[in-house]
């Protein structure tokens, strides 16, 4: 039996992409924008994407094409 596969959007693909994107265009703006606050900001909102990539990676599924 052949195992079909749905189409997926582009929405559908470009979505997380697109989020992580903008997060990390919005801490390096804060980094260059100001201090205190915008350093801590710019700190977590980059540091929030290197955890996500790191989750990513560990709890990615398998999906062998036959």
Known sequence: MKNLRRLRSTWEIYRWPLVVNLIALAGILSALI?????????????????????????????????
């Open 34 to 66: 100001g201090n205190e606050l915008w350093d801590l900001f710019s700190w977590l909102s980059l540091g929030m994407i290197a955890v996500a990539i790191s989750l990513s990676s560990t709890f990615r599924r398998c999906n062998p094409v036959e």
